[in-house]
Protein backbone atom coordinates (compact mmCIF):
# COMPACT_ATOMS: atom_id res chain seq x y z
CA UNK A 1 0.00 0.00 0.00
CA UNK A 2 1.85 2.98 -1.41
CA UNK A 3 0.84 6.08 0.86
CA UNK A 4 1.16 10.04 0.75
CA UNK A 5 2.48 10.90 3.87
CA UNK A 6 2.96 14.54 5.36
CA UNK A 7 5.85 15.59 8.19
CA UNK A 8 5.37 17.70 10.23
CA UNK A 9 4.82 18.88 14.26
CA UNK A 10 2.05 20.87 16.18
CA UNK A 11 3.06 23.72 17.65
CA UNK A 12 0.21 25.43 19.31
CA UNK A 13 -3.09 24.30 21.04
CA UNK A 14 -6.46 26.08 22.49
CA UNK A 15 -9.37 25.02 23.80
CA UNK A 16 -12.87 26.33 22.83
CA UNK A 17 -14.99 27.94 25.69
CA UNK A 18 -17.85 28.61 23.84
CA UNK A 19 -16.16 31.91 22.37
CA UNK A 20 -16.53 32.69 18.40
CA UNK A 21 -13.38 32.89 16.69
CA UNK A 22 -9.83 31.44 17.28
CA UNK A 23 -9.48 30.36 21.00
CA UNK A 24 -6.43 31.72 22.83
CA UNK A 25 -3.49 29.48 21.97
CA UNK A 26 -0.34 27.65 24.34
CA UNK A 27 2.79 26.64 22.95
CA UNK A 28 3.18 23.50 23.11
CA UNK A 29 6.96 22.46 24.75
CA UNK A 30 8.46 20.61 23.09
CA UNK A 31 6.19 20.54 19.74
CA UNK A 32 4.45 17.10 19.35
CA UNK A 33 5.73 14.86 16.12
CA UNK A 34 2.92 14.62 13.64
CA UNK A 35 1.81 12.90 10.38
CA UNK A 36 -0.94 12.99 8.26
CA UNK A 37 -1.51 9.91 5.78
CA UNK A 38 -3.65 9.88 2.64
CA UNK A 39 -4.41 6.59 1.79
CA UNK A 40 -5.82 4.92 -1.35
CA UNK A 41 -9.32 5.58 -1.98
CA UNK A 42 -9.26 9.45 -0.62
CA UNK A 43 -9.44 8.76 3.04
CA UNK A 44 -6.59 10.57 5.44
CA UNK A 45 -6.36 10.47 9.20
CA UNK A 46 -3.88 12.09 11.04
CA UNK A 47 -1.65 10.93 13.61
CA UNK A 48 0.93 12.37 16.82
CA UNK A 49 2.80 11.60 19.68
CA UNK A 50 1.19 12.35 22.95
CA UNK A 51 2.93 15.10 25.45
CA UNK A 52 4.33 12.89 28.04
CA UNK A 53 3.24 10.22 27.05
CA UNK A 54 5.16 6.35 26.01
CA UNK A 55 3.95 2.80 24.84
CA UNK A 56 0.13 1.95 24.67
CA UNK A 57 -1.41 5.45 24.16
CA UNK A 58 1.73 7.18 23.43
CA UNK A 59 0.21 7.93 19.68
CA UNK A 60 -3.32 9.69 18.98
CA UNK A 61 -5.10 9.17 15.55
CA UNK A 62 -8.18 11.23 14.44
CA UNK A 63 -10.87 9.45 12.98
CA UNK A 64 -10.78 8.41 9.42
CA UNK A 65 -11.53 12.00 7.17
CA UNK A 66 -12.39 12.44 3.32
CA UNK A 67 -11.48 15.63 1.13
CA UNK A 68 -13.70 18.17 0.74
CA UNK A 69 -13.50 20.71 -2.49
CA UNK A 70 -10.40 22.91 -1.96
CA UNK A 71 -10.63 26.49 -1.37
CA UNK A 72 -8.34 29.65 -1.55
CA UNK A 73 -5.10 27.54 -1.85
CA UNK A 74 -6.26 25.24 1.10
CA UNK A 75 -7.13 21.46 1.20
CA UNK A 76 -10.18 21.26 3.40
CA UNK A 77 -10.69 17.27 5.16
CA UNK A 78 -13.31 16.36 7.48
CA UNK A 79 -15.23 12.92 9.08
CA UNK A 80 -18.62 14.10 8.30
CA UNK A 81 -19.83 10.75 6.60
CA UNK A 82 -23.27 11.46 6.83
CA UNK A 83 -24.34 14.92 5.30
CA UNK A 84 -25.12 15.99 8.73
CA UNK A 85 -23.02 18.50 9.98
CA UNK A 86 -23.56 18.08 13.65
CA UNK A 87 -21.92 14.72 13.02
CA UNK A 88 -18.57 16.48 11.85
CA UNK A 89 -16.45 15.78 14.93
CA UNK A 90 -12.72 16.27 12.94
CA UNK A 91 -11.68 18.86 10.69
CA UNK A 92 -7.97 19.14 9.08
CA UNK A 93 -7.24 22.35 7.06
CA UNK A 94 -3.91 22.62 5.26
CA UNK A 95 -2.97 25.85 3.83
CA UNK A 96 -0.25 27.23 1.46
CA UNK A 97 1.16 29.33 3.95
CA UNK A 98 4.71 29.04 5.35
CA UNK A 99 5.34 27.81 9.19
CA UNK A 100 8.49 26.24 10.83
CA UNK A 101 7.76 23.12 10.12
CA UNK A 102 6.54 23.14 6.31
CA UNK A 103 3.30 24.80 5.45
CA UNK A 104 0.71 25.56 8.19
CA UNK A 105 -2.21 23.55 9.41
CA UNK A 106 -4.81 23.35 11.53
CA UNK A 107 -6.79 20.41 13.37
CA UNK A 108 -10.10 20.55 15.09
CA UNK A 109 -11.09 17.77 17.24
CA UNK A 110 -14.46 17.37 19.33
CA UNK A 111 -13.78 15.22 22.07
CA UNK A 112 -16.22 14.30 24.46
CA UNK A 113 -17.13 17.18 26.97
CA UNK A 114 -14.98 19.95 24.43
CA UNK A 115 -13.42 20.87 21.76
CA UNK A 116 -9.84 21.57 20.97
CA UNK A 117 -8.18 23.21 18.12
CA UNK A 118 -3.90 22.49 17.25
CA UNK A 119 -2.11 24.63 14.96
CA UNK A 120 1.20 23.32 13.36
CA UNK A 121 3.35 22.80 9.94
CA UNK A 122 3.42 19.94 7.49
CA UNK A 123 5.49 18.94 4.36
CA UNK A 124 4.55 15.98 2.04
CA UNK A 125 7.25 13.33 1.70
CA UNK A 126 8.27 11.32 -1.82
CA UNK A 127 6.10 8.39 -1.57
CA UNK A 128 9.25 6.56 -2.65
CA UNK A 129 11.36 8.20 0.26
CA UNK A 130 8.73 6.85 3.15
CA UNK A 131 11.03 3.69 4.04
CA UNK A 132 14.31 5.91 4.24
CA UNK A 133 12.58 9.31 5.76
CA UNK A 134 9.77 7.92 8.66
CA UNK A 135 10.72 5.19 11.16
CA UNK A 136 9.37 1.44 10.95
CA UNK A 137 7.15 2.04 14.25
CA UNK A 138 5.26 4.72 12.66
CA UNK A 139 5.32 2.80 9.07
CA UNK A 140 4.15 0.02 11.00
CA UNK A 141 1.09 2.15 12.65
CA UNK A 142 -0.21 3.71 9.86
CA UNK A 143 -0.61 0.52 8.23
CA UNK A 144 -2.31 -1.70 10.53
CA UNK A 145 -4.99 1.48 11.82
CA UNK A 146 -5.64 2.38 8.25
CA UNK A 147 -9.54 2.74 7.18
CA UNK A 148 -11.32 0.10 6.66
CA UNK A 149 -11.87 1.19 2.46
CA UNK A 150 -7.90 1.56 2.21
CA UNK A 151 -7.76 -2.28 2.73
CA UNK A 152 -10.27 -3.23 0.19
CA UNK A 153 -13.87 -3.55 2.20
CA UNK A 154 -17.29 -1.65 1.70
CA UNK A 155 -16.86 0.96 4.05
CA UNK A 156 -18.13 3.85 2.16
CA UNK A 157 -21.30 1.20 1.16
CA UNK A 158 -22.11 0.78 4.76
CA UNK A 159 -21.01 3.39 7.83
CA UNK A 160 -20.76 6.58 5.50
CA UNK A 161 -24.41 6.35 4.50
CA UNK A 162 -25.43 5.92 8.07
CA UNK A 163 -27.65 9.46 8.24
CA UNK A 164 -27.65 9.43 12.49
CA UNK A 165 -26.11 12.35 14.15
CA UNK A 166 -22.97 11.42 16.35
CA UNK A 167 -24.74 11.48 19.86
CA UNK A 168 -27.27 9.40 17.98
CA UNK A 169 -24.93 6.94 16.80
CA UNK A 170 -23.26 6.62 20.49
CA UNK A 171 -26.61 5.84 22.37
CA UNK A 172 -27.49 3.33 20.07
CA UNK A 173 -24.38 1.69 20.29
CA UNK A 174 -24.94 1.71 23.81
CA UNK A 175 -27.94 -0.12 23.02
CA UNK A 176 -26.59 -2.30 21.39
CA UNK A 177 -23.83 -3.48 24.01
CA UNK A 178 -26.91 -3.60 26.85
CA UNK A 179 -29.44 -5.41 24.59
CA UNK A 180 -26.44 -8.50 23.91
CA UNK A 181 -25.86 -8.66 27.69
CA UNK A 182 -29.81 -8.72 27.74
CA UNK A 183 -30.25 -11.25 25.51
CA UNK A 184 -27.26 -13.47 26.82
CA UNK A 185 -28.39 -13.45 30.10
CA UNK A 186 -31.92 -14.45 29.29
CA UNK A 187 -30.55 -17.41 27.62
CA UNK A 188 -28.28 -18.59 30.23
CA UNK A 189 -28.74 -16.94 34.33
CA UNK A 190 -25.59 -18.91 34.96
CA UNK A 191 -23.68 -17.74 32.37
CA UNK A 192 -20.11 -16.36 32.36
CA UNK A 193 -19.47 -12.41 32.88
CA UNK A 194 -20.16 -11.10 29.08
CA UNK A 195 -16.45 -10.23 27.92
CA UNK A 196 -17.59 -10.60 23.99
CA UNK A 197 -19.80 -8.39 21.49
CA UNK A 198 -20.46 -8.43 17.88
CA UNK A 199 -21.44 -5.00 16.26
CA UNK A 200 -21.83 -4.02 12.83
CA UNK A 201 -18.35 -2.64 10.92
CA UNK A 202 -20.15 0.88 10.88
CA UNK A 203 -20.94 0.90 14.08
CA UNK A 204 -17.80 -0.50 15.47
CA UNK A 205 -15.51 2.73 13.03
CA UNK A 206 -18.39 5.07 14.15
CA UNK A 207 -18.49 4.54 17.72
CA UNK A 208 -15.93 1.73 19.64
CA UNK A 209 -13.25 2.33 17.66
CA UNK A 210 -12.82 6.01 18.79
CA UNK A 211 -12.83 4.69 22.02
CA UNK A 212 -11.04 1.95 22.16
CA UNK A 213 -8.25 4.05 20.90
CA UNK A 214 -8.54 7.18 22.69
CA UNK A 215 -10.61 6.19 25.82
CA UNK A 216 -8.97 9.57 27.40
CA UNK A 217 -10.81 11.86 25.05
CA UNK A 218 -14.57 10.12 26.51
CA UNK A 219 -13.26 10.70 30.00
CA UNK A 220 -12.56 6.54 30.21
CA UNK A 221 -8.96 5.15 31.62
CA UNK A 222 -6.96 3.59 28.95
CA UNK A 223 -7.91 -0.43 28.10
CA UNK A 224 -5.36 -3.51 28.45
CA UNK A 225 -5.38 -6.23 26.69
CA UNK A 226 -9.09 -5.32 24.78
CA UNK A 227 -8.97 -6.90 21.62
CA UNK A 228 -11.33 -6.46 18.12
CA UNK A 229 -11.17 -8.06 14.59
CA UNK A 230 -13.24 -8.43 12.00
CA UNK A 231 -15.46 -11.71 12.01
CA UNK A 232 -14.42 -13.59 8.44
CA UNK A 233 -17.15 -13.53 5.74
CA UNK A 234 -19.02 -10.58 7.64
CA UNK A 235 -19.76 -7.22 7.80
CA UNK A 236 -19.49 -7.22 12.07
CA UNK A 237 -16.43 -6.87 14.57
CA UNK A 238 -16.11 -8.52 17.28
CA UNK A 239 -14.66 -7.06 20.58
CA UNK A 240 -13.34 -8.97 23.72
CA UNK A 241 -12.13 -7.97 26.96
CA UNK A 242 -9.68 -10.06 29.06
CA UNK A 243 -11.47 -9.96 32.54
CA UNK A 244 -14.66 -8.07 34.19
CA UNK A 245 -13.01 -4.67 35.23
CA UNK A 246 -12.19 -3.80 31.11
CA UNK A 247 -15.32 -5.06 30.36
CA UNK A 248 -16.91 -2.42 33.42
CA UNK A 249 -15.23 0.39 31.99
CA UNK A 250 -17.21 0.40 28.86
CA UNK A 251 -20.56 -0.99 30.77
CA UNK A 252 -20.09 2.09 33.26
CA UNK A 253 -19.39 4.90 30.07
CA UNK A 254 -22.71 3.96 28.39
CA UNK A 255 -24.43 3.80 31.59
CA UNK A 256 -23.16 7.35 31.62
CA UNK A 257 -24.79 8.04 28.34
CA UNK A 258 -28.18 6.83 29.37
CA UNK A 259 -28.36 8.60 32.04
CA UNK A 260 -27.60 11.72 29.95
CA UNK A 261 -29.85 10.50 27.43
CA UNK A 262 -32.74 10.05 30.09
CA UNK A 263 -32.32 13.81 32.02
CA UNK A 264 -33.01 15.24 28.54
CA UNK A 265 -35.89 13.51 27.71
CA UNK A 266 -38.09 15.58 25.81
CA UNK A 267 -35.87 18.82 25.88
CA UNK A 268 -32.96 17.63 23.49
CA UNK A 269 -34.18 15.99 20.52
CA UNK A 270 -30.47 14.85 19.41
CA UNK A 271 -31.04 12.14 22.13
CA UNK A 272 -33.40 9.42 21.11
CA UNK A 273 -35.91 8.01 23.42
CA UNK A 274 -34.92 5.03 25.63
CA UNK A 275 -36.70 1.92 24.45
CA UNK A 276 -39.07 -0.30 26.66
CA UNK A 277 -37.88 -3.64 26.18
CA UNK A 278 -40.23 -5.28 28.80
CA UNK A 279 -43.52 -4.23 26.76
CA UNK A 280 -45.48 -4.73 30.10
CA UNK A 281 -43.71 -7.95 30.88
CA UNK A 282 -41.75 -9.30 34.14
CA UNK A 283 -38.91 -9.93 32.36
CA UNK A 284 -37.55 -8.43 28.57
CA UNK A 285 -39.59 -9.24 25.40
CA UNK A 286 -36.71 -10.92 22.74
CA UNK A 287 -38.58 -10.61 20.03
CA UNK A 288 -38.93 -6.63 20.87
CA UNK A 289 -35.48 -6.54 21.55
CA UNK A 290 -34.02 -8.55 18.09
CA UNK A 291 -36.28 -6.49 16.02
CA UNK A 292 -34.85 -3.28 17.75
CA UNK A 293 -30.94 -4.43 17.42
CA UNK A 294 -32.02 -4.81 14.23
CA UNK A 295 -33.43 -1.68 13.06
CA UNK A 296 -29.75 0.16 14.46
CA UNK A 297 -28.44 -2.26 12.41
CA UNK A 298 -29.82 -1.13 8.96
CA UNK A 299 -29.31 2.25 9.96
CA UNK A 300 -25.57 2.27 10.87
CA UNK A 301 -25.24 0.41 7.55
CA UNK A 302 -27.54 3.06 5.76
CA UNK A 303 -30.30 0.76 4.30
CA UNK A 304 -33.16 2.80 6.48
CA UNK A 305 -33.07 6.32 7.67
CA UNK A 306 -34.55 5.91 10.97
CA UNK A 307 -34.65 3.94 13.56
CA UNK A 308 -37.85 2.13 15.01
CA UNK A 309 -37.54 2.32 19.09
CA UNK A 310 -40.19 0.43 21.12
CA UNK A 311 -42.46 2.33 23.52
CA UNK A 312 -45.29 1.29 25.34
CA UNK A 313 -47.89 -0.78 24.56
CA UNK A 314 -46.23 -2.28 21.29
CA UNK A 315 -45.83 1.18 19.54
CA UNK A 316 -42.92 2.09 18.22
CA UNK A 317 -41.33 5.71 17.83
CA UNK A 318 -39.46 6.65 14.32
CA UNK A 319 -35.94 8.61 15.62
CA UNK A 320 -33.66 9.94 12.82
Not at 194 to 204: Q, R
Not at 274 to 288: L, R, S, V
Not at 303 to 312: G, T, Y
Request: proline share 8%.
Amino acid sequence: MQLVIHCGALHLQGRYEGQEGMPPMQELDPPCRCYLVEYPGGRIKLFFSVPGATGHGSVFQSSEMKEDKPANGERYFNDDFSNDPGSCSSTVTLTPQSHPSGNAFMYRQRFNDWIGVFVGGLLPIDPDRNSQLIPDGWMQHFQQNAPTEANGSTRQEAGSACKLGHIAQVCFAADLFFMQATLRLESDPNADWLLNYVFPLACFEQVFNPILQHPEAFGISSFSDVTWSKVPNSEYVKITFPNENEQDRLHSFFSQVNAQRKSVQGMDNSYPPMPDIYQGEPKPHTKTILDYMKSIEDAFNGLADDVRIPVVNGRFVSFS
